[in-house]
């Protein structure tokens, strides 16, 4: 078929379980359209495979006729395993599953999730052939961001623990899981990834939760890197969806015209 409508029509969504590499089961959305290609899509902290970002790429790449699977990392939404503060090493752990009868043409990752694809790419990328990454809004330096309250670093030594709340959700940070988070060198990771992959950065210039400073660091030491600076958007481009679902699929459609 021709008409994206019509691809879109034929288009399945199947709910299916992989296990990843410490036997935990994850929950995750297949939109089947029958392309040997498929792009894998990463939600961010405390999130899930229902957010709106994640869900308007998926619906515009099944109108492309390419398949996308979005997926809940281990402790969130339907996946098993225990949430983690500091989880981005394990997260791109969940990334590795098999996948023998496809080809993970692109891997896209969203805030938090932009990083862990990143992280990805550093430590697999040539041993899954992975050679296009989409990060939307990923945090360069680790170290700042982080919204545990005044002295948490004091609280946290002295209790081994403290509890945390980010909107509507409680949850507990460890010591370890904070120092996991702290000891996440993304300047170091990034500087590991393949010359031969593509990495496009996509963030909003009003990004208060992420600077959009960010971005630019990343831009600097990537060397195949396409950055690109929606003007006006907040960290969940709650204005600027179609405009960045635009900026995503022009590089998908891009790269696999390029691969193939």
């Known amino acids: 078929m021709d008409s994206s409508e019509g691809i879109s029509a034929c288009a399945q969504q199947h709910k299916i379980e992989i ?12 939109h089947e359209t029958g392309s040997r290609e498929i ?3 990463c939600h961010g902290f405390k999130s899930n495979k229902e957010n ?12 492309e006729g390419i398949s996308a699977f979005r997926f809940d990392f281990s402790g969130n939404g339907e996946s098993e395993g225990s949430f983690n503060y500091g989880n981005y090493n394990y997260e791109a752990d969940d990334l590795h599953f098999s996948n ?17 694809v990143l992280l990805y790419a550093s430590k697999y990328g040539n041993d899954c052939n992975i050679r296009n990454v989409v990060n939307i809004s990923g945090r360069y330096d680790l170290k700042k961001g982080i919204r545990l309250g005044d002295g948490y670093l004091e609280r946290i030594k002295q ?18 899981s904070l120092m996991e988070r702290l000891n996440t060198d993304m300047r170091e990771a ?11 950065t ?53 790269v696999m015209v390029k691969s193939n």
Do not use: W
């Open 100 to 116: 023998t009868n496809r080809v993970v043409s692109t891997i896209i990752g969203y805030s938090r999730g932009g990083d862990v």
């Open 19 to 30: 296990l990843n590499s410490h036997n935990e089961k994850l929950v995750g959305l297949l």
């Open 52 to 63: 709106t970002i994640l869900k308007n790429v998926a619906a515009a790449l099944e109108k």
């Open 202 to 254: 996509v963030h909003g210039s009003e990004d208060k939760v992420v600077p959009v400073e960010d971005a630019k660091e990343f831009a600097k030491i990537i060397p195949n890197h396409k950055l690109e600076i929606v003007e006006g958007a907040n960290h969940g481009y709650s204005k600027h969806q179609s405009q960045l679902v635009s900026i995503v699929m022009e590089f998908i459609k891009t």
């Open 159 to 176: 209790h081994g623990f403290i509890d945390a709340k980010e909107g509507k959700s409680v949850f507990r940070v460890t010591e370890e």
């Open 190 to 200: 990034c500087l590991k990834i393949d010359r031969e992959c593509k990495v496009l």
């Open 39 to 41: 792009v894998i899509l």
